[in-house]
């Protein structure tokens, strides 16, 4: 099963829009953490927001934010005011404690930002 | 800052050579991990290490094997390449101990079997 999904292949958002990158997740372990990353087309894997799952307050980072519900195993990212240098891919990824340190990615979200 | 180096960012290799991706990092990191990127699969892990000379399979470890013999080298060897591997391939390291640390990543190797 899927443990880590993200059902957007591709979206599109006008500069200085906000946008809303989707995730869902699924485990039965209680510790986890919740991780985005930013893949730009050089390649390099760029952390964005963490998110912890005893954490009471959704994580922010700068224009980064994740709407943390987990109740419904979800945790959307969130970009306000997009730039142009945000089009890239993103990817959400899960930690299970009780896993060590490996991380579990999803298919990935490509994101373009229109002028 | 954390660096992690790979020895190429593109290798292009024939069918049934020995490949050798070698993957560096600075910071003393505990762990390390080799991943592979395919378009609409996402990362997907192939092996990783806790520590010198310790190694554990991934999710598609199948055709591949790791060697670890000093903390900050962590080694991805094709026995055998196949055209199937034709890929990017990630390493990543991080910390033990902090369950918020992330892990960082090197720039990547495209490799192409042809």
């Known amino acids: 099963a899927q443990k880590i999904t993200q059902t957007q292949p591709g979206m599109f958002v006008q500069e200085k829009e906000a946008v809303t990158l989707d995730c869902t997740y699924d485990?039965?372990?209680?510790?986890?953490?919740l991780f985005w990353y930013k893949q730009p087309s050089s390649g390099e894997m760029i952390f964005l927001i963490y998110q912890g799952s005893y954490d009471q307050q959704n994580a922010t980072e700068g224009r980064y934010s994740l709407n943390f519900q987990k109740a419904r195993k979800s945790a959307n990212l969130v970009i306000s005011a997009s730039q142009l240098g945000d089009s890239a891919m993103y990817f959400c990824?899960?930690?299970?404690?009780?896993?060590?340190?490996?991380?579990?990615f999803g298919q990935g979200t490509e994101l373009s930002v229109k002028p | 800052d954390v660096k992690v180096t790979q020895s190429s960012r593109y290798l292009v290799k024939r069918t049934g050579e020995k490949v050798f991706l070698e993957c560096v990092q600075d910071m003393d990191h505990e762990n390390m991990f080799w991943y592979r990127q395919d378009p609409g699969l996402g990362l997907r892990l192939i092996y990783f290490s806790y520590d010198v000379k310790m190694k554990e399979k991934g999710d598609i470890p199948e055709g591949y094997s790791v060697s670890r013999e000093k903390k900050e080298r962590f080694s991805l060897i094709l026995e055998s390449a196949s055209t199937n591997q034709t890929s990017m391939y990630l390493c990543?390291?991080?910390?033990?101990?902090?369950?918020?640390?992330?892990?960082?990543f090197g720039p990547g190797t495209r490799l192409t079997v042809t």
């Open positions: 485990t039965s372990d209680p510790s986890y953490g």
């Open positions: 990824a899960m930690r299970e404690y009780n896993q060590g340190g490996k991380l579990i």
């Open positions: 990543a390291s991080s910390s033990t101990g902090v369950p918020s640390t992330e892990q960082y």
